[in-house]
Nanobody, 111 residues
Framework: QVPLVESGGGLVQPGGSLRLSCVASGSTVSMGWYRHVPGKQREVVAT??????SYVDSVKGRFTISRDNAKNTVDLQMNSLKPEDTAVYYC?????????WGQGTQVTVSS
């Protein structure tokens, strides 16, 4: 398993949007987006298993996970961003593989 490569992070004002993308090297049947804030445990934000999507309560209605089989990518569309969404975001298989963690992409929500 090659570590996945995430992109699309940046600085955005509260209420703004970002779209994260992840290029996978293997199967994308069961994938997740995770985030990590220093001092806290990494948490799973969204998963897509087959065609079934699920989200942590704090992002429901604001984030959407999707898969592009032709490109072998998994995206995370993030709308109505809040300061508490600030974190480093990672994608990995779900459940995550130890050798699947990439560098992540920083998302900062601030005015």
């Amino acid at each position: 398993q090659v570590p996945l490569v995430e992109s699309g992070g940046g600085l955005v004002q509260p209420g703004g949007s970002l779209r994260l993308s992840c290029v996978a090297s293997g199967s994308t049947v069961s994938m997740g987006w995770y985030r990590h804030v220093p001092g806290k445990q990494r948490e799973v934000v969204a998963t897509i298993i087959g065609s079934r999507e699920s989200y942590v309560d704090s992002v429901k209605g604001r984030f959407t996970i999707s898969r592009d089989n032709a490109k072998n990518t998994v995206d995370l569309q993030m709308n109505s961003l809040k300061p508490e969404d600030t974190a480093v975001y990672y994608c990995n298989q779900y459940p995550p593989r130890d050798d699947g963690w990439g560098q992540g992409t920083q998302v900062t929500v601030s005015s």
